[in-house]
């Protein structure tokens, strides 16, 4: 057990609609991290948020947004949403040092359908 | 910009044979390399990692050396278990963590 909760485990939705998926770091853990897996993308970096801000930026569409509140779980935002953004998303969390290691969720598996 | 390379899967082998899985880096600086392991229906565990140039890693059994050399971080273990079926991947992390691709490793009893 990793440490990290992800909720819902599963998620089936149909196209253009809306869905948040949550994440609880693990205890102590400062950074966020959000990815996602898909077949034919591989893991995808999506955003970093360290201490409640926004600290990287990756791959992530205008449709997708993220935050961490203050008691440090964060929340990804998925909007608007297509077929293509059926993927597993994972968050992963770390103390925040680079040469820390990142702890994962078992993640949410998204159906738009 | 920053990116890693590992070699495609799937890797199949026998159980007790050696395993290499190849991995290469393009970074500026030095970042610290990763392994993490993914087995079905779960998230990325780290295997092992190395900060600095010369660097061994190793857990499980499993060992890569930071080459700074030939920009490269190879996964080798010298007898594989069933149990080691699972997706490796490969990570860099400068400003913010970088995974390879992945690559399936299946061993056959």
């Known amino acids: 057990d990793s440490g990290v909760t992800q909720t819902p485990k599963h998620l089936i939705t149909a196209t253009g609609q809306r869905v948040t998926l949550r994440c609880s770091p693990r205890s102590g853990d400062l950074s966020v991290y959000w990815y996602q897996q898909s077949l034919d993308q591989g893991l995808q970096f999506l955003i970093q948020?360290?201490?409640?801000?926004?600290?990287a930026k990756g791959n992530i569409l205008e449709r997708f947004s993220a935050q961490q509140f203050p008691d440090l779980h964060s929340e990804l935002n998925l909007s608007s949403l297509e077929l293509g953004d059926s993927a597993l998303y994972f968050c992963a969390t770390s103390e925040g040092d680079l040469n820390s290691p990142l702890h994962f969720g078992n993640g949410t598996r998204l159906t738009v359908t | 910009g920053n990116s890693v390379t590992q070699m495609e899967g799937p890797v199949t082998l026998s159980e007790e044979a050696f395993l290499t899985i190849n991995c290469t880096y393009t970074a500026t600086g030095y970042p610290s390399l990763f392994w993490y392991v993914q087995y079905p229906g779960e998230g990325l565990q780290l295997l092992l990692k190395?900060?600095?140039?010369?660097d061994k890693g190793s857990n499980k059994g499993f060992e890569a050396t930071y080459r700074k050399e030939t920009t490269s971080f190879h996964l080798e273990k010298g007898s594989v278990q069933v149990s080691d079926s699972a997706v490796y991947f490969c990570a860099l992390n400068t400003d913010k963590l970088i995974f390879g691709t992945g690559t399936r490793l299946q061993v056959f009893p």
């Open positions: 190395a900060t600095k140039a010369d």
């Open positions: 948020y360290y201490n409640g801000e926004e600290r």
